[in-house]
């Protein structure tokens, strides 16, 4: 069974500050992670996702994660958010292949002008 | 390319009613996803298909859900009667073979008086 936690539902930030949405996965195999953004009134789209090789991953709009195996952690960070990043994020975790993917409850970034 | 195509966007009916939910998955992609998206539960899972044929429906609430896909251009998702707590928007999903990137409709926003 796989599972994906994300302990902050809301999260305001600053515009120009940092920011780092957490996610937290359990897997009994390999897994693969990603992270998507959801847009008001949108369906989701991938903002990045970790398969193998190196542990930091880049993804679209400046993002970053990196994957941690021993910490079972797969961050997302910014180092400066603009007003277009105002959205919900949801972190997901998959075995591959044929397998499903498991989605978390999302966290919702708030950038404040 | 048009990306996932979900019909109706919106759609407001009474309890008892059926109501069916039409998805066009990108052409060429050979896996699709159902979700449904609601504030107390966010993002489930209710089914995939893989080629056309269903490999995991465990998501789906009850009996009054059922979905099918005919063919590899379009799937199905009705609701058979409909109740109040099936409002939510419905997500339709589409999964190129050989990758674990999954890509997202508009969704539908289902009301149920």
């Known amino acids: 069974a796989q599972s994906v936690t994300q302990l902050d539902s809301q999260v305001p930030v600053f515009e120009e500050a940092p920011v780092e949405l957490r996610c937290n996965y359990s897997?009994?195999?390999?897994?693969?992670l990603f992270w998507y953004v959801q847009y008001p009134n949108q369906g989701l789209q991938l903002l990045l996702k970790?398969?193998?090789?190196?542990?930091l991953v880049k993804g679209i709009n400046g993002f970053e994660a990196e994957f941690n195996k021993s910490q079972t952690s797969f961050h997302l960070r910014k180092p400066s958010v603009h007003i277009s990043d105002t959205a919900e994020y949801f972190c997901?975790?998959?075995?591959?292949?044929?397998?499903?993917?498991?989605f978390g409850t999302g966290t919702k970034l708030q950038v404040i002008p | 390319d048009a990306g996932v195509i979900q019909s109706p966007r919106h759609e407001v009916t009474e309890m008892g009613q059926e109501v069916t939910l039409r998805c066009k998955p990108i052409s060429g992609h050979n896996s699709l996803f159902w979700y449904r998206q609601t504030m107390m539960r966010g993002l489930e899972l209710l089914i995939y298909f893989n080629n056309n044929v269903p490999i995991d429906d465990s998501g789906m609430p009850e009996d009054r859900f059922s979905a099918k896909m005919p063919n590899a251009s379009f799937s199905t998702l009705k609701i058979q009667p409909s109740e109040p707590r099936d409002s939510a928007v419905y997500f339709c999903?589409?999964?190129?073979?050989?990758?674990?990137?999954?890509?997202f409709g508009p969704g539908t926003r289902l009301t149920v008086l």
């Open positions: 970790y398969l193998s090789g190196s542990t």
């Open positions: 999903a589409s999964r190129p073979m050989g990758t674990d990137t999954q890509y």
């Open positions: 997901a975790v998959s075995s591959g292949g044929y397998q499903k993917v498991t």
């Open positions: 897997s009994s195999v390999s897994v693969y």
